[in-house]
């Protein structure tokens, strides 16, 4: 256990619906990040935040995508009108001072 | 660009012999290297790491890798291998800016007893 906690674990969803995700991370650690991993793929960087600041955002992360951090504390990556390639693990980091990134168990979305 | 390459998908070992998992990358100057393992279902979890200093580092569950610059390599080791160590391993690099991490594809070990 890493300390990091994701919310839900699995999400099936229909096309075109919203969904939601959380991230819980280590309280005192200031980076954190999202992560995308399809089948049979490493993880694809998807966006980071410094305490609640957006720092930068992968071209994988379309228009549909948004994320929050709210006050620096948990954060929430929010997908509109969901695609079936939207299926995927979609995984969050949170990085300590070492610069080590300790990862949630993820939240596996499937998209019918 | 920044990439990682795990040139083997699958690797198949008897329990008790040795291992090597191959990772090359490309990075425009030293990079953060990394290796993380995912057992099915299960989180990431950190193996080993390198920053900079002595290009062979230890990690957890017996573990080692060592970084060769001219080869642009970080493989990881094990000199026996336990059936419990069956899983995905990746290798990553991460950018020394944002700290983000470039994944492979990654390996997936299979372990007979």
């Known amino acids: 256990d890493t300390g990091v906690s994701q919310n839900p674990r699995h999400k099936i969803t229909k096309r075109g619906q919203n969904v939601t995700f959380r991230c819980d991370p280590i309280?005192?650690?200031?980076?954190l990040y999202w992560y995308r991993q399809t089948l049979g793929q490493g993880p694809e960087f998807l966006t980071y935040?410094?305490?609640?600041?957006?720092?930068?955002k992968s071209r994988l992360l379309s228009d549909r995508f948004s994320a929050e951090r709210p006050k620096g504390s948990f954060s929430t990556l929010e997908i509109q009108r969901t695609e079936q390639g939207d299926s995927a693990m979609y995984l969050c980091?949170?990085?300590?001072?070492?610069?080590?990134?300790?990862f949630g168990p993820g939240t596996r979305l499937t998209v019918l | 660009a920044q990439s990682v390459t795990q040139p083997d998908i699958h690797i198949t070992v008897s329990e008790g012999a040795s291992l090597e998992l191959r990772c090359n990358y490309s990075?425009?100057?030293?990079?953060?290297l990394f290796w993380y393992v995912q057992s099915p279902g299960q989180g990431l979890q950190l193996l080993l790491k390198?920053?900079?200093?002595?290009?062979l580092v230890q990690g957890i569950k017996g573990f080692e890798a060592e970084f060769k610059r001219s080869q642009s390599s970080f493989n990881l080791r094990k000199p026996s291998v336990h059936w419990s160590d069956a899983a995905e391993y990746f290798c990553?690099?991460?950018?020394?800016?944002?700290?983000?991490?470039?994944f492979g594809t990654g390996t997936r070990l299979q372990v007979f007893p």
């Open positions: 309280s005192e650690h200031n980076r």
């Open positions: 390198y920053f900079s200093g002595d290009t």
């Open positions: 980091a949170n990085q300590d001072l070492y610069n080590e990134q300790f």
């Open positions: 990553a690099v991460g950018a020394r800016n944002t700290d983000k991490l470039i």
């Open positions: 990075y425009g100057a030293t990079p953060y």
């Open positions: 935040f410094q305490n609640e600041a957006q720092l930068e």
